[in-house]
């Protein structure tokens, strides 16, 4: 070959060997589920999360707000001794507090209404009436205390009695909030204690009576019913006083009150939201483990949780699906990662537990997503596969920690996302298969046409073969990335992070078409140039020859297993509108003189036409053909293993 000969089979080798608009289209596709993800509430951080999510296999989430409503109601209060159940629910404070059945006057029950009055005062959040609808301007646990306290008419300090001049404000390392008030003239001021039962009971000595009088403190009868409340799924605080020196304007210590007057107990349901049991299932079905993490008392945390569909008794059996954080905190490194792994419900979780929580799935190489709200927990974000965090409630720290954002604070979001992202991770996967066999194609005939000889001139020039990669990969394989997610895509196990992208199957695949690509374009190119046709006119047959076969086999590639018939023929209506443009340009490229003198092209004859599109038909119904064998065998061999299981 001439120095010329050699170094234009070079370039048009180069050229047609590198995918030029792979970068390109990659980069599209998951923009493009970028912006559908933002579609459904989740708002994508960084650009990688989006395919990583695909690959989850443990979702870790919060509870409140997340799994359920976010809409706290008192249903129940213990109190003196006695139990009240309170009638009514969401924000609007309208509803009677019953005594076995009964109304009962707070007014009458001394140990009642100091109770509620502590939830009322130790209290950040307000109850307001916008446009004639209730809502809760704070946190929803606090909301769901002033509605109770108006429930029995007492209402927020405006002023007077009851001043706050102090406040210890809650933590969660503390599990306790406190408030100090000026109670009126002459009057010494109080201290409200509010937080988790365990907290507030150390620090109590004494109990108020149903009478108002205090009395020792039955710290066994208080679990007990705490216990009872907490099986029942409600959220459980504990209420205590304690009156300090007339001269004393603010609290001494943050660390902690002693001496407390315990006043009683308040349990608020927030229920499971429906849409999130829903989610919990598919996450189930396609593989995907889901861990409650809460704050809440365990028996709430294990009550909830079997509400969700989280855990079955019957599946379960005898292993323990609730671990406590003290309990946690007693692990080493070993136990952590085989507790993490078994149990299902995290209750009472402090939140520099859920980093070592995301440390021992992921030794157990899980791909986890973890959920957050607060500053705490930012490391537990980071340092999972996939950090989200709630976008109502979260924290600006938490939010910039984050891979991902949730507009709405919904679980459901979260499996919409992973669900999304396993359509994307589809649709690369379906370009790659589509785009490898044009280059390999394109290549192997170049390479043929070199080892040849020099009788043989290239069959495609390397600006020929610009042109097809260029537009076909915006015009064909670009619109896979609008695919629809396939119907059983919640139905697979999630993909190994480490597995390769291209199966051995999908590369037998690749070979195949490429295979068929080299030998229709060489043969048809000389046959045309053996029938007398110009180097110009056998290039053309050779060019609009790759291009069909690219525009048959997207067909094919829009499902890697299932026929095209399944998917439906128009119901990706982006595919057809590119394959129409591709053709019109195709048709351009052909017969415009312009293009000709740019791209060295010539008219052709119908017949070549026909040809043209035979073979590359033939090429789409080799490859149905071969997913159709394949697809058989896998139904056989599950039928073979579904009878084997059985006997």
């Known amino acids: ?105 707070p007014s009458s029950a001394p140990a009642l209404q100091e109770c509620l009055r502590a939830g009322l005062l130790c209290n950040d959040s307000r109850l307001q009436q916008k446009e004639g609808r209730w809502g809760i301007e704070g946190d929803p646990t606090e909301g769901a205390l002033l509605v109770s306290a108006a429930k029995a008419g007492l209402k927020p300090n405006t002023g007077g009695a009851w001043t706050r001049i102090d406040v210890i404000p809650f933590e969660s390392e503390r599990a306790y909030m406190a408030t100090l008030h000026d109670p009126g003239e002459g009057k010494p001021p109080v201290a409200f204690v509010k937080g988790a039962v365990e907290k507030v009971l150390e620090q109590c000595t004494q109990a108020l009576a149903r009478d108002g009088s205090t009395g020792d403190l039955d710290r066994d009868a208080v679990l007990k019913a705490a216990e009872a409340m907490a099986r029942e799924g409600l959220r459980v605080l504990a209420f205590a006083r304690k009156e300090l020196p007339a001269a004393q304007r603010a609290f001494e210590s943050s660390q902690g009150i002693a001496d407390l007057t315990f ?76 507790t993490a792994e078994r149990a299902k419900v995290f209750a009472r979780v402090a939140p520099e537990q859920k980093l070592r929580l995301v440390e021992a799935l992921q030794a157990r190489g899980h791909v986890v997503a973890m959920t957050g709200d607060g500053v705490n927990d930012a490391p537990a974000l980071k340092q999972a596969d996939i950090g989200i965090a709630m976008g109502i409630t979260g924290t600006e720290v938490a939010k910039e920690a984050a891979d991902m954002v949730l507009t709405d604070d919904n679980f459901a979001t979260i499996e919409a996302a992973v669900e999304e992202g396993r359509r994307i991770f589809d649709n690369l996967t379906k370009f790659f298969v589509w785009t490898l066999p044009t280059n390999g194609g394109e290549a192997l005939v170049i390479m043929a046409s070199v080892v040849a000889g020099t009788g043989v001139a290239l069959p495609v020039l390397p600006v020929q073969i610009l042109w097809i990669n260029m537009t076909t990969a915006v015009l064909l394989g670009l619109m896979l990335a609008f695919e629809a997610k396939e119907s059983d895509v919640m139905m697979r196990p999630p993909r190994q992070p480490d597995s390769p992208i291209l199966t051995g199957v999908l590369i037998q695949r690749i070979i195949l078409v490429s295979v068929l690509m080299l030998i229709g374009v060489f043969a048809l190119f000389l046959l045309k140039k053996k029938g007398g046709a110009g180097l110009a006119e056998a290039r053309t047959v050779a060019v609009n020859l790759i291009v069909m076969i690219e525009l048959f086999y997207l067909f094919n590639c829009r499902s890697l297993r299932h026929s095209m018939r399944s998917l439906g023929f128009f119901s990706n209506p982006w595919v057809l509108g590119g394959s129409a443009v591709m053709v019109l340009l195709q048709l351009l490229y052909t017969y415009h003189p312009w293009m000709n003198t740019l791209f060295h092209s010539a008219p052709l004859p119908l017949a070549d036409w026909a040809v043209i599109v035979a073979f590359a038909f033939a090429v789409s119904l080799a490859v149905g053909a071969e997913k159709w064998v394949r697809e058989r065998s896998a139904a056989a061999a599950l039928q073979a293993a579904g009878r084997g299981g059985r006997s």
């Open 263 to 338: 006043l009683g107990l308040q349990g608020m349901i927030d229920p499971p939201r429906q849409e999130a049991m829903q989610a919990i299932q598919t996450c189930r079905t396609a593989g995907v483990a889901v861990k409650m993490i809460t704050g809440d008392h365990a028996a709430t945390a294990t009550a909830i949780a079997g509400q969700l569909g989280l855990t079955d008794p019957a599946a379960d059996g005898d292993r323990r699906v609730t671990v406590t954080g003290r309990e946690l905190q007693e692990l080493s490194d070993a136990e952590m990662i085989e």
């Open 1 to 105: 070959h001439t120095a010329l000969e050699m170094f234009m089979a070079a370039v048009a080798l180069a050229v047609s060997a590198i995918p030029e608009g792979l970068p390109a289209a990659v980069t599209i596709t998951l923009a493009i589920g970028v912006k559908r993800m933002a579609d459904v509430h989740a708002i994508i951080r960084k650009l990688p999360a989006v395919e990583t999510l695909g690959s989850t296999t443990v979702i870790c989430s919060d509870k409140t707000g997340t799994l359920t409503e976010n809409q706290m109601t008192v249903q129940k209060i213990s109190a003196g001794g006695d139990l009240y159940e309170i009638t009514g629910s969401g924000y609007v404070p309208e509803g009677e507090i019953l005594a076995g059945g009964a109304p009962a006057d």
